[in-house]
């Protein structure tokens, strides 16, 4: 509550209006108040007769509507009855309100910026937002909506969320494309607040800016519209999600016959502005602001083309929208850019990195922390830190095997295939060390009728803004050369628009006291795909005499702290001369990821 009001506070001409509830109302009878059917009644009752009369005004009488911004000359008249009608003027779903007294005065509200909060059963407040903030002389206004019973107070809010519906299908609708519906699939499985923060995100320049500055990603899609033109040529294009337009502009460019740039952020009217801003090609381009689930298209596509990757190919989930775009808009047989994507994984050996991650903890082995003994949470913490997948450009020497892949045809899954991916792993250990964890990078495949092209995120190749993930295990396994390592990588879906990684990797392990045919090691890891650590350092070069110094230094970083202390100068010095054995001059560069 203290939230809303700090927010709603209506300004208006550099004034604050506050908005308290009016301490004269009557509370209602037991009598006036509504039983959910009656409730649902009239909402139905209502969303038929908007439904089917969009253009038909509907009115209410008011008990009063304070703070409504008239001239001063009538601001006495602010608790006399009022009059609030919502109809459609120039196209424009408004509410208009008005007062009894004064009927040639009235305020008209766009339903588009406008939303209705309630305060108590009687009383509402209507907030608009400035239609213009850029402007010095434009403000948010803030009106309270005393109401008579509460009858009419559910009938108005009703009448609201219907006509509010209206005017966001209104503003979404274009000549040569309109949106079918105000809710959708995409509606039903993501959390609102996750959508909200989504197409936010992808609705500021600085993001797309990220995106198109990444040269590789960017120039291999131009390559592989330009150098498969025929595909393209007298063609109908979709872009799915097109974001800045680039795509779009890549395919009007390569003679597309018309190309639908479907954008569901803001980032539609920067599509919009930036298309127009190319008026040779902005004439075969039409931007249309809605979901793929909702929007519908005057004619079928004969190519999709689209940039649905996340990090490790399947984060933020579009490729679902991507392939339910290929269901409802695409001609059999048609084409989809890309086609096909794979997931690459193979065990590595980072002791490097998992120290990293370990030491992260090492602050809750405090026991003198402002008197607090911090230990009882150190297993907590330490487990917690390796729950994040870390992002980041990695030396493939650290691979321990050669690498396995698990294809995804973009042409032929089903939507529901990708809410649950079960991957089995099965690797042969190149050499004998610790394996940390699994590490993954994904590509997609061009298949053009011309020319077929890759766009890799691979470590060793030019580095993109996906880089490569790896899920790091907080209990390492041992191998020896040869040996069989073997697990599962299992990936379910949430409405958080990503995915729980569950990681299993076993591996026997052999020496002395191993009863025949050895002991099976096994360790499993839960990660969070959408809350990674983002590691943006360069690959480092590791030799095995410092793998063997590493070794130590993570045995010892394991062992109780005596006397409650943390060592970690002591682990950085042990590390630092490690490194000097082994490094010579380059002592500095490495040791830079050792601080805490």
């Not at 305060?119 to 109401?147: H, M, P, R, Y």
């Amino acid at each position: 509550i203290v939230l809303a009001a700090s927010r709603f506070f209506a300004f208006e001409s550099g004034k604050l209006y506050q908005n308290p509830i009016n301490p004269n109302s009557v509370s209602p009878s037991p009598s006036t108040f509504l039983s959910p059917h009656t409730h649902s009644l009239i909402c139905a009752t209502m969303e038929s007769s908007v439904g089917q009369q969009k253009s038909k005004p509907v009115e209410f009488t008011l008990a009063s509507v304070s703070q409504l911004p008239l001239p001063s000359s009538t601001s006495s008249q602010s608790g006399s009855p009022s009059s609030a009608r919502f109809h459609v003027d120039s196209g424009v779903a408004e509410l208009r309100l008005q007062h009894a007294s004064e009927p040639n005065e009235s305020k008209n509200l766009d339903l588009l910026r406008a939303q209705l909060f309630k305060l108590s059963e009687l009383q509402s407040l209507c907030v608009t937002e400035a239609s213009e903030s850029n402007k010095e002389d434009s403000f948010s206004k803030g009106i309270i909506i005393q109401f008579s019973n509460e009858e009419e107070s559910k009938a108005f809010h009703c009448a609201f969320e219907q006509w509010k519906k209206e005017a966001d299908i209104q503003e979404s609708q274009l000549p040569n494309g309109t949106v079918s519906a105000s809710s959708s699939k995409f509606d039903a499985k993501i959390e609102a607040s996750s959508a909200k923060m989504y197409f936010h995100y992808y609705g500021q320049l600085l993001h797309q800016q990220n995106m198109l500055q990444d040269y590789v990603r960017t120039g291999t899609y131009y390559a592989a519209v330009m150098e498969n033109r025929a595909d393209f040529s007298g063609r109908v294009v979709v872009d799915v999600g097109a974001g800045s337009g680039i795509l779009s502009l890549f395919a009007a460019q390569a003679g597309a016959k018309h190309v639908y740039a479907v954008e569901a952020s803001e980032m539609a009217e920067y599509a919009r502005k930036l298309i127009a801003g190319n008026p040779f090609l902005a004439e075969r381009i039409t931007v249309i602001k809605g979901k793929v689930e909702e929007v519908e298209l005057p004619e079928k596509a004969d190519i999709l083309i689209s940039e649905p990757m996340g990090t490790l190919l399947v984060n933020e989930r579009m490729l679902e929208s991507y392939v339910i775009a290929r269901d409802r808009f695409l001609v059999p047989n048609g084409k989809m850019f890309p086609g096909v994507g794979r997931i690459h994984m193979a065990p590595f050996s980072d002791e490097y990195l998992f120290v990293e991650i370990a030491n992260k903890a090492l602050f809750w082995q405090q026991q003198n922390y402002f008197g607090v003994d911090l230990t009882p949470l150190y297993g907590q913490a330490f487990q917690g830190y390796f729950t994040q997948p870390v992002v980041d450009a990695f030396d493939p020497r650290l691979l321990v095997a050669p690498a396995i892949c698990h294809v995804i045809d973009f042409g032929s899954v089903k939507e529901e295939q990708l809410y649950e991916i079960d991957i089995p792993l099965k690797f042969t250990a190149a050499v004998g060390t610790r394996v940390h964890g699994l590490a993954c990078w994904f590509d997609v495949l061009f298949n053009g009728s011309s020319v077929q092209r890759w766009l890799t995120t691979a470590p060793g190749s030019p580095t993109t803004h996906w880089y490569q993930l790896r899920c790091v295990l907080s209990q390492p396994i041992y191998v020896m050369a040869g040996q069989e390592i073997t697990g599962r990588l299992h990936m379910v879906a949430h409405n958080a628009q990503s995915y729980t990684l569950y990681l299993t990797l076993s591996a026997k392990m052999w020496g002395p006291g191993a009863e025949q045919g050895g002991v099976l090691q096994t360790s499993t890891g839960k990660m969070e795909l959408k809350e990674p650590y983002y590691r943006m350092s360069q690959p480092q070069v590791q030799t095995q005499a410092f793998a063997a110094t590493q070794d130590q230094q993570s045995q010892q970083l394991m062992q109780p702290q005596l006397g409650g202390k943390v060592k970690t100068q002591k682990i950085l010095r042990d590390a630092s001369e490690g490194v000097a054995n082994a490094f010579g001059d380059s002592i500095t560069v490495v040791c830079d990821h050792f601080k805490p």
